[in-house]
C-alpha cells in the first residue's frame, strides 16, 4: 500500500526524543513571601433564657447588635455573612423524667476586612460584647492576587533557566518548549492543598466589663505563595 503523495504519513512521535532532538524535562519552583490581603475573623453570638422565646429574643438583641456594629466599618468589611444558628434545650433530671432547664442559642458569622487597623479595633470591641465570641485573626491572599501570578512567572523562570543549564553542560542549547504545565495537572484524581505553613493564627475572646479597652494591635502574618510547573524541551545535538 502507497503513501498518497498530497498526505504525506504524520511524523513519527518520539516521546523521549531522538539523537537529533534530544528532550530535557525539568521542574521549575517558585516560594514568595508576601503581606496578606485580607483577614477573616469568626464570630460566635450567644445567648440564655430560662424559655426558648426568652433565648431567642436575647439572642436576636445581640445577634442585631454585633451586625450594627460590623457594618458601622463600611468599606473596610468585605464580606459579612451569617452561618449556623440553633437554640437547643438545655435538659435536666425532674424524678423519674427530664424537663427544659433553660434554652441556650447561637449564631455564627464570618467577616472579613481589608482595613487591619480597623481590624484590630472591630475586633475588640466585639470582644467587649457580652457572651460573644471572637476567633481569629485568619490571614490570607484574595483568589485575585498578583502574587499568584508573580510566583507562576517566577516558577517558569527558573524552568527554562534549569532547562537551559542542563543543555549548556552537554554543548547544546534549547530548542523548543514541547510541554509546560502545573504540577499536578496530569493526575487523574484531584489534589487537596495544604495550607501554607503559618498562614493561620487564632486567637478568642469573651466579653469583658472594660468599655475602654484599647484597640489590638495585630501584626499581619505573611503569607507564603508557592507555585511548581513541569517543562519539556527539546534541544539541539549535545556536542559529546
Known amino acids: 500500500m502507497t503513501q498518497d503523495a498530497t498526505h504525506p504519513a504524520p511524523a513519527a512521535h518520539h516521546p523521549y526524543g531522538t539523537p537529533e532532538?534530544?528532550?530535557?524535562?525539568?521542574?521549575?519552583?517558585?516560594r514568595l513571601e508576601v503581606d496578606p490581603e485580607i483577614a477573616r475573623i469568626d464570630i460566635t453570638v450567644t445567648a440564655r433564657g430560662t424559655d426558648r422565646r426568652a433565648a431567642l429574643d436575647d439572642l436576636t438583641r445581640r445577634n442585631n447588635t454585633v451586625l450594627d456594629l460590623v457594618k458601622s466599618y463600611g468599606d473596610p468589611v468585605e464580606k459579612l455573612e451569617t452561618g449556623a444558628f440553633s437554640i437547643t434545650p438545655e435538659l435536666t433530671r425532674h424524678?423519674?423524667?427530664?424537663?427544659?432547664?433553660?434554652?441556650?442559642?447561637?449564631?455564627h458569622i464570618t467577616v472579613e476586612?481589608?482595613?487591619?487597623?480597623?481590624?484590630?479595633?472591630?475586633?475588640?470591641?466585639?470582644?467587649?460584647?457580652?457572651?460573644?465570641?471572637?476567633?481569629?485573626?485568619?490571614?490570607?491572599?484574595?483568589?485575585t492576587s498578583h502574587a499568584h501570578g508573580e510566583a507562576r512567572r517566577?516558577?517558569?523562570?527558573e524552568a527554562v533557566q534549569r532547562a537551559r543549564e542542563y543543555a549548556q553542560a552537554l554543548g547544546a542549547d534549547l530548542a523548543a518548549l514541547v510541554e509546560?504545565?502545573?504540577?499536578g495537572a496530569e493526575d487523574a484524581a484531584p489534589l487537596t492543598m495544604a495550607a501554607p505553613a503559618g498562614a493561620y493564627r487564632s486567637m478568642a475572646f469573651a466579653g469583658t466589663e472594660d468599655a475602654d479597652a484599647p484597640p489590638l494591635d495585630l501584626e499581619p502574618q505573611r503569607q507564603t505563595v508557592l507555585a511548581q510547573v513541569n517543562a519539556r524541551f527539546t534541544m539541539t545535538p549535545p556536542r559529546l
Open 180 to 183: 509546560l504545565a502545573d504540577l
Open 113 to 143: 476586612l481589608s482595613d487591619f487597623t480597623a481590624l484590630g479595633e472591630l475586633t475588640t470591641r466585639l470582644a467587649d460584647l457580652e457572651l460573644t465570641r471572637v476567633d481569629g485573626p485568619w490571614w490570607a491572599l484574595r483568589p
Open 154 to 157: 517566577q516558577a517558569v523562570l
Open 21 to 30: 532532538a534530544p528532550r530535557v524535562s525539568v521542574r521549575g519552583e517558585a
Open 95 to 107: 424524678g423519674r423524667g427530664e424537663r427544659v432547664r433553660a434554652h441556650h442559642g447561637t449564631v
